[in-house]
Structures are given as structure tokens and as C-alpha cells.
């Protein structure tokens, strides 16, 4: 399995514009659905409010860059360059 921690560092007051953006794109509900993806959960940072943490979770790492591949993804690239700063991604095998 694989997991990836993606902190999402909105530029600030964006948080809840992108999270809009990225929930009315649809993002989570076509990953959810993906080949391999066995979790795909948005969390808000308590203690930061321009912080949104992704964590996905894939069966292997060939089903993650597949979903990096998808049309999907591809827009959430282009949001992120709106709405974000920065990405951080903490990766974990198990």
C-alpha cells in the first residue's frame, strides 16, 4: 500500500475556496472510484487556517500514478496553482 499526506498551503483566506473548487470539480468522488484507491479523505488544520490535508490511500503505487494521469487530476493541478502557495507530500510504504 501506499499513502500519501498532501498538505495543501492555500494562499492566504483561500482555504474554503478551494476546498469548494476542488468538492464542485468533483475531485474526491472520481478518485474514491479509481482502480486501487482505498482512501481519499480531505481534513481541515485546526491550528492553520490556510491548510487543507489531503490523505490518499492506494493498493500500489502503479494505481496512484494512473490517478496522476487522469483528466481529473489534471485539473486539480490548475487549482492548486490558484489556490495555493505551496504542496507538501509526505509519502509511506507499507
Given amino acids: 500500500m501506499l499513502t500519501w499526506n498532501v498538505t495543501y498551503h492555500c494562499k492566504p483566506g483561500k482555504r474554503e475556496e478551494f476546498f469548494k473548487a ?15 484507491n482505498l482512501k481519499y479523505d480531505y481534513f481541515l488544520d485546526a491550528q492553520d487556517p490556510d491548510a487543507l490535508l489531503l490523505v490518499e490511500t492506494w493498493q500500489t503505487p502503479e494505481d496512484q500514478q494512473r490517478h496522476c494521469g ?17 504542496v507538501t507530500i509526505d509519502k509511506f510504504n507499507d
Fill in 22 to 36: 476542488i468538492s464542485d470539480l468533483g475531485v474526491r468522488a472520481c478518485s474514491i472510484h479509481e482502480t486501487g
Fill in 70 to 86: 487522469t483528466e481529473t487530476f489534471a485539473k486539480l493541478q490548475a487549482l492548486k496553482t490558484e489556490f495555493c502557495d505551496t
